[in-house]
């Protein structure tokens, strides 16, 4: 790697620490570099908070430094006012003489804009150091952005002879495939994205919860899809500890192209990213559509001697590991 593609890199770890929390803004990381030698760091705080440039800025204790400084960023600094002022400003303001980027800001209010005003300053840009890396980190921002929608997961759990569920079972709670490790990570992904949708069915089957209570952080919006309104508020789904929207045919006409209606209703909502956890009828209907980004499938060592088969798809496997008995395979779709 070149110096440039190391501290671009810095800056990708660093930004993971925003995850869950920033959005609907990108989970943007920043360095700050001085003779060689890292002399501020900071990525973008909760929601409303500073961005990650402000923060890396902020962290300088000798700012006279920084007059002879580069600031490493994963994307391209805000010329726009929003909830904070624009960060391009502020390192105009610094009179900051290099700024480095991984990838352009596609946000038209940005797109851009925030690198014209950082090089009419005089300023030396550079874009595009690590650039896919950049892209793929800010995944869920560019697909809100770019295709109107959230950055839509599916995640379900297969036994080892490919059922998600058995064909009867005697009461109202889910039929464990996984083992205990596999569920709390699935809590901690509930903790980084925006939303989680199911089905009437899963509601009516499992009567989940859909909380990250194994996991420290944000629950996401729950959203379930009731058509005809069957569904009483004495679900756990209904309880307080976190927001539900019901899709129902009063905001949905469930007669055309529904998935695409969901994925507008979730964008006018400003949700960037959704995990789908419904049952098979669910993920399929998503799949068929093309309307998924990723997939993380979780193979058990159980089986079922007849059940409900899993989600028919095809994508490019990206990673797979072991999770103590438990075999995961995430899925890109391409």
């Known amino acids: 790697m070149s110096t440039h593609e190391n501290y671009i890199q810095r800056c990708l770890e660093i930004a993971k620490n925003g995850l869950g929390t920033t959005r609907p803004n990108p989970m943007v990381g920043s360095i700050i570099v001085h003779n060689n030698k890292i002399i501020g760091e900071g990525y ?26 580069t600031i490493y960023v994963t994307l391209e600094p ?66 809100f952005h770019n295709k109107k929608r959230p950055f ?15 064909k009867t079972k005697n009461e109202q709670k889910p039929v464990w495939i996984t083992n205990s490790y596999s569920r709390q990570l699935v809590h901690k992904w509930r903790t980084e994205e925006h939303a989680i949708l199911v089905g009437t069915n899963t509601v009516f089957e499992d009567n989940p919860t859909l909380t990250a209570r194994d996991w420290t952080g ?66 399929q209907t998503f799949i068929d559509r093309d309307l998924w980004d990723e997939a993380r499938v979780f193979t058990g060592k159980n089986s079922f001697k007849q059940g409900v088969k899993a989600p028919n798809f095809s994508g490019k496997l990206i990673s797979e590991e072991q999770i103590d008995s438990d075999i995961l395979k995430t899925y890109k779709n391409d």
Do not use: M
Request: proline share 3%.
């Open 78 to 143: 805000c010329s726009h006012y929003g909830k904070t002022p624009p960060c391009s400003d502020l390192i105009i303001k610094h009179e900051i003489p290099n700024v480095v980027i991984g990838c352009i800001d596609d946000n038209k209010k940005v797109a851009g804009k925030g690198i014209e005003k950082l090089t009419n300053s005089g300023i030396n840009v550079t874009v595009g150091t690590l650039q896919t890396e950049c892209k793929t980190h800010h995944k869920r921002f560019f697909t």
């Open 44 to 69: 973008t705080s909760k929601y409303g908070g500073n961005h990650a440039e402000v923060n890396a800025i902020n962290s300088v204790k000798n700012k006279t430094l920084l007059k002879d400084a």
């Open 152 to 166: 839509i997961i599916l995640k379900w759990a297969e036994t080892s002879n490919g059922f998600i569920a058995p």
């Open 218 to 283: 944000e629950n996401p919006i729950r959203v379930v899809i009731d058509k005809n309104n069957k569904l009483s508020k004495a679900y756990n789904i209904f309880n307080n500890q976190a927001k539900t929207i019901v899709i129902n045919k009063n905001n949905v006409d469930f007669s055309k192209n529904i998935e695409h209606q969901i994925c507008n209703l979730l964008f006018e909502n400003n949700i960037t990213s959704v995990i789908i956890e419904g049952g098979a009828r669910t993920l």
